[in-house]
């Protein structure tokens, strides 16, 4: 029987359960052109709380993991001196 409660109930579910994520990436592919990831978002870095694709995610990890290392780097030579 269409209109009754129980109809009204589960489309409200039904409508709660589609999420549709439109976050953009915020990986800029040309950071002296602007030119921003057009693609949505699936991770966001719980260091710097930015939103990125998959690709960009990644790369977003290395990029850090290698801003580390010259920072590790840069503090034992300014110690060892």
Do not use: P, W
């Amino acid at each position: 029987m269409e209109g009754t409660f129980l109809d009204a109930s589960m489309e409200t579910q039904d409508n709660q359960s589609i999420a549709i994520n439109t976050n953009r990436c915020e990986y800029f592919i040309s950071s002296a052109n602007n030119i921003q990831c057009q693609n949505s978002t699936s991770y966001n870095c719980s260091h710097c709380l930015s939103s990125f694709c998959l690709k960009h995610g990644l790369q977003h990890q290395q990029d850090l993991q290698a801003a580390i290392h010259r920072l590790l780097t840069e503090a034992e030579v300014s110690y060892d001196d």
